[in-house]
């Protein structure tokens, strides 16, 4: 076995893949860029080995320095993660000319897999069940309306070297697949260095459901089960889950047996994927395969009980896999839910900024959390906005969904904006706890976009009886303590009305010293509420009427708290009775107005300009494209208009909210 591995990734991934070789004696090298100084990774590795510049195109990406960092620590062996280098064959081979071992499937398997034209030809060829589509290269804007034209709307352009969502493009028409041929070549040469792109076949009200499969060096392959993660946004993954609520038995075991086909075809060593897209009447179809640990590989690991990073290691040490096909059994159900930095009310744009609060849920066999952060952890510009990919585990979908939600609810983090209520909004859908899903889950349940539902009737007096709890905690730590409560020997009480949506609820509540309980009246109904922790760290984690609740709490200033429980969100405002009547005369401050102006909806760069000062714009117009985060994001005109002036330049990096131009 290896007595050290230089992990060549960062964050989250390489945190994980520590805590293996860790609990293996295995010691561990990280290596880090400049905005990574300070990352937890670095401070959780025996050695740490600097690489250079923030962006990842000179530091991560740069094959020469993880080999110098190899070379330098004398690691005998490198863990590649997902992302950066992971898919990369001219890597895998530099680690091995440079007499280290690499983590993962032969370069050769890596090369044949990680082109999509290539590997969908070779797929055919072995007999895995493939998409319609024009198997070449794209060569120009009319040979891509020829194909798709003959092929059939919608179609999907899609990066031959792609990955994670980017360098692809769903069109409906000519026009979209103008538009979409050059950003998703745009985008491929940006993330891969790589344009080329080539054009398939859209299913429609797909569901994305992949193999995970493992080879060791003798010559078994074995596949461990699928994964669910039709859950998407921009092909992006946001929640997964296995096994799958669609799949039964003889489709699981007909994917798996063509998974394991193509994966010997190419002499496939290691862990890998293979993901296919599978419409409403179970046909199935292959659609790449990641030659690479997946991000979602933790629900694999929860119902099986195997660690997959820990069999990577031994495979490529040379060891064995010392079970049998039949041997692989699925047990309970595990979900997962990508905890990005991004603001869901704002079009989902990436969110920057350092964690000013980080609490995690607490860890046990039902809740797994795997993060890069801590917190004072910055949320770059240059790097995914992960913050945590928070898991759930239960016998049943529903226990581990109700897990799930109780894990979400529990984060507490400030500094950025995140998608938390999002997520749980996602998971309280019913059409998701029936397990009816495609890729289009979120656009068909958001088609406006999200915004958090308001708290359901039935719940607010439970709420607005929290809301005048923290209130009373306030009033308790003030330098004023209990001026607005009367106070009777060991009990405290005070008469407060709670203001929701228009609404004002008459609110008794009292405290009994000797029990510690706070008792509130609201709509004649009556709340035992207790607590444990600290409410100003936004949580209350406590009990009402003896049943445990967690809710997130944020004070909004003016009395007022928002409240977060399971995906909906709500202010609530709490006053003193004979103030509350005084309320109604307080005046309301205007919002300056902005609507001629055109902000940056985050950080990012300005790569182009659509639109020159003079110009007559249109409803819906591209104004400009501003790339963050490695994806490219067109930012149109929402009402017609004439450009009166530019304030920034392509090449430009802008900050959030910063004027970009504005409109006469």
Same mark, same amino acid.
Request: net charge neutral; charged share 25%; glycine share 8%.
């Given at each position: 076995?290896?007595?050290?591995?230089?992990?060549?990734?960062?964050?989250?991934?390489?945190?994980?893949?520590?805590?293996?070789?860790?609990?293996?004696?295995?010691?561990?090298?990280?290596?880090?860029?400049?905005?990574?100084?300070?990352?937890?990774?670095?401070?959780?590795?025996?050695?740490?080995?600097?690489?250079?510049?923030?962006?990842?195109?000179?530091?991560?990406?740069?094959?020469?320095?993880?080999?110098?960092?190899?070379?330098?620590?004398?690691?005998?062996?490198?863990?590649?993660?997902? /992302?950066?280098?992971?898919?990369?064959?001219?890597?895998?081979?530099?680690?091995?000319?440079?007499?280290?071992?690499?983590?993962?499937?032969?370069?050769?398997?890596?090369?044949?897999?990680?082109?999509?034209?290539?590997?969908?030809?070779?797929?055919?060829?072995?007999?895995?069940?493939?998409?319609?589509?024009?198997?070449?290269?794209?060569?120009?804007?009319?040979?891509?309306?020829?194909?798709?034209?003959?092929?059939?709307?919608?179609?999907?352009?899609?990066?031959?070297?792609?990955?994670?969502?980017?360098?692809?493009?769903? !069109?409906?028409? #000519?026009?979209?697949?103008?538009?979409?041929?050059?950003?998703?070549?745009?985008?491929?040469?940006?993330?891969? &260095?790589?344009?080329?792109?080539?054009?398939?076949?859209?299913?429609?009200?797909?569901?994305?459901?992949?193999?995970?499969?493992? !080879?060791?060096?003798?010559?078994?392959?074995?596949?461990? /089960?699928?994964?669910?993660?039709?859950?998407?946004?921009?092909?992006?993954?946001?929640?997964?889950?296995?096994?799958?609520?669609?799949?039964?038995?003889?489709?699981?075991?007909?994917?798996?047996?063509?998974?394991?086909? $193509?994966?010997?075809?190419?002499?496939?060593?290691?862990?890998?994927?293979?993901?296919?897209?599978?419409?409403?009447?179970?046909?199935?179809?292959? $659609?790449?395969?990641?030659?690479?640990?997946?991000?979602?590989?933790?629900?694999?690991?929860?119902?099986?009980?195997?660690?997959?990073?820990?069999?990577?290691?031994?495979?490529?040490?040379?060891?064995?896999?010392?079970?049998?096909?039949?041997?692989?059994?699925?047990? /309970?159900?595990? +979900?997962?839910?990508?905890?990005?930095?991004?603001?869901?009310?704002?079009?989902?744009?990436?969110?920057?900024?350092?964690?000013?609060?980080?609490?995690?849920?607490?860890?046990?066999?039902?809740?797994?959390?795997?993060?890069?952060?801590?917190?004072?952890?910055?949320?770059?510009?240059?790097?995914?906005?992960?913050?945590?990919?928070?898991?759930?585990?239960?016998?049943?979908?529903?226990?581990?969904? &109700?897990?799930?939600?109780?894990?979400?609810?529990?984060?507490?983090?400030?500094?950025?904006?995140?998608?938390?209520?999002? $997520?749980?909004? +996602?998971?309280?859908?019913?059409?998701?706890?029936?397990?009816?899903?495609?890729?289009?889950?979120?656009?068909?349940?958001?088609?406006?976009?999200?915004?958090?539902?308001?708290?359901?009737?039935?719940?607010?007096?439970?709420?607005?009886?929290?809301?005048?709890?923290?209130?009373? +905690?306030?009033? +308790?730590?003030?330098?004023?303590?209990?001026?607005?409560?009367?106070?009777?020997?060991?009990?405290?009480?005070?008469?407060?009305?709670?203001?929701?949506?228009?609404?004002?609820?008459?609110? !008794?509540?009292?405290?009994?010293? #000797?029990?510690?309980?706070?008792?509130?009246?609201?709509?004649?109904?009556?709340?035992?509420?207790?607590?444990?922790?600290?409410?100003?760290?936004?949580?209350?984690?406590?009990?009402?009427?003896?049943? !445990?609740?967690?809710?997130?709490? #944020?004070?909004? /200033?003016?009395?007022?708290?928002? $409240?977060?429980?399971?995906?909906?969100?709500?202010?609530?405002?709490?006053?003193?009775?004979?103030?509350?009547?005084?309320?109604?005369?307080?005046?309301?401050?205007?919002?300056?107005?902005?609507?001629?102006?055109?902000?940056?909806?985050?950080?990012?760069?300005?790569?182009?300009?659509?639109?020159?000062?003079?110009?007559?714009?249109?409803?819906?117009?591209?104004?400009?494209?501003?790339? &963050?985060?490695?994806?490219?994001?067109?930012?149109?005109?929402?009402?017609?208009?004439?450009?009166?002036?530019?304030?920034?330049?392509?090449?430009?990096?802008?900050?959030?909210?910063?004027?970009?131009?504005?409109?006469?």
């Amino acid at each position: 076995m290896f007595k050290k591995i230089l992990i060549a990734n960062r964050g989250e991934i390489a945190r994980r893949i520590m805590r293996t070789a860790k609990r293996m004696g295995i010691k561990t090298v990280a290596v880090y860029s400049e905005a990574d100084i300070d990352s937890c990774h670095v401070k959780e590795a025996d050695e740490a080995v600097f690489i250079g510049p923030a962006v990842s195109s000179q530091s991560y990406l740069v094959v020469d320095k993880i080999i110098q960092a190899i070379r330098q620590t004398g690691a005998e062996a490198v863990h590649p993660g997902y /992302g950066f280098l992971s898919e990369k064959a001219h890597f895998a081979s530099a680690v091995q000319q440079a007499g280290a071992v690499f983590i993962g499937p032969p370069p050769n398997s890596i090369a044949a897999m990680g082109d999509k034209i290539e590997s969908k030809k070779l797929a055919k060829k072995v007999g895995v069940s493939t998409v319609p589509g024009y198997l070449g290269e794209i060569s120009d804007e009319s040979q891509a309306t020829k194909i798709a034209q003959e092929i059939g709307y919608p179609v999907i352009v899609k990066a031959s070297a792609g990955g994670g969502g980017k360098g692809m493009r769903i !069109a409906w028409n #000519d026009q979209q697949l103008s538009e979409g041929l050059r950003l998703a070549r745009s985008e491929a040469k940006n993330s891969f &260095a790589d344009d080329r792109v080539f054009i398939e076949k859209y299913i429609q009200q797909p569901r994305h459901i992949e193999i995970q499969i493992l !080879a060791d060096k003798h010559g078994k392959t074995l596949y461990l /089960g699928e994964r669910e993660c039709s859950i998407q946004r921009r092909h992006q993954k946001v929640i997964e889950e296995s096994p799958s609520p669609f799949l039964d038995e003889k489709t699981r075991r007909q994917m798996g047996e063509q998974a394991v086909a $193509l994966a010997k075809a190419v002499g496939y060593q290691s862990a890998g994927t293979v993901e296919f897209v599978v419409d409403q009447q179970r046909n199935f179809y292959f $659609l790449e395969m990641n030659t690479r640990l997946q991000v979602e590989h933790p629900v694999t690991e929860l119902v099986l009980g195997l660690d997959l990073v820990e069999w990577m290691i031994r495979i490529a040490a040379g060891d064995k896999i010392p079970f049998q096909q039949q041997d692989i059994r699925m047990k /309970g159900w595990a +979900l997962e839910a990508r905890f990005y930095a991004e603001d869901p009310q704002r079009g989902f744009l990436p969110s920057t900024g350092r964690l000013t609060t980080y609490q995690q849920p607490v860890v046990n066999k039902n809740i797994r959390i795997d993060s890069g952060v801590e917190e004072g952890s910055e949320i770059s510009v240059y790097y995914d906005p992960m913050i945590a990919k928070v898991c759930a585990y239960g016998d049943t979908r529903n226990e581990a969904i &109700a897990y799930l939600r109780q894990a979400l609810d529990s984060f507490v983090v400030r500094g950025i904006s995140h998608n938390a209520l999002f $997520l749980s909004a +996602l998971l309280n859908r019913k059409k998701f706890i029936d397990g009816k899903l495609s890729t289009a889950f979120i656009q068909e349940e958001f088609p406006e976009g999200f915004q958090p539902p308001h708290h359901h009737h039935d719940t607010v007096p439970l709420l607005g009886s929290i809301a005048a709890y923290l209130y009373y +905690l306030q009033e +308790l730590h003030t330098y004023n303590a209990l001026s607005n409560f009367s106070k009777h020997g060991q009990h405290h009480s005070a008469d407060l009305v709670v203001f929701h949506q228009q609404q004002q609820y008459a609110i !008794a509540i009292q405290k009994n010293s #000797d029990s510690g309980h706070v008792k509130i009246s609201i709509e004649q109904q009556v709340f035992v509420i207790n607590h444990s922790g600290d409410t100003k760290r936004g949580l209350f984690h406590g009990t009402v009427n003896q049943q !445990a609740i967690i809710v997130q709490t #944020d004070y909004m /200033g003016n009395n007022t708290y928002r $409240l977060a429980l399971q995906g909906a969100q709500g202010d609530f405002a709490v006053y003193p009775a004979h103030i509350a009547t005084l309320r109604p005369l307080m005046p309301v401050r205007k919002m300056f107005d902005q609507s001629k102006k055109l902000t940056s909806p985050m950080p990012g760069m300005l790569t182009s300009l659509a639109v020159k000062v003079g110009d007559e714009v249109k409803l819906g117009q591209e104004l400009l494209i501003l790339e &963050a985060m490695k994806m490219e994001n067109i930012i149109r005109a929402e009402r017609p208009g004439k450009i009166k002036k530019i304030h920034a330049k392509p090449g430009e990096s802008l900050a959030v909210d910063q004027i970009i131009l504005e409109f006469e």
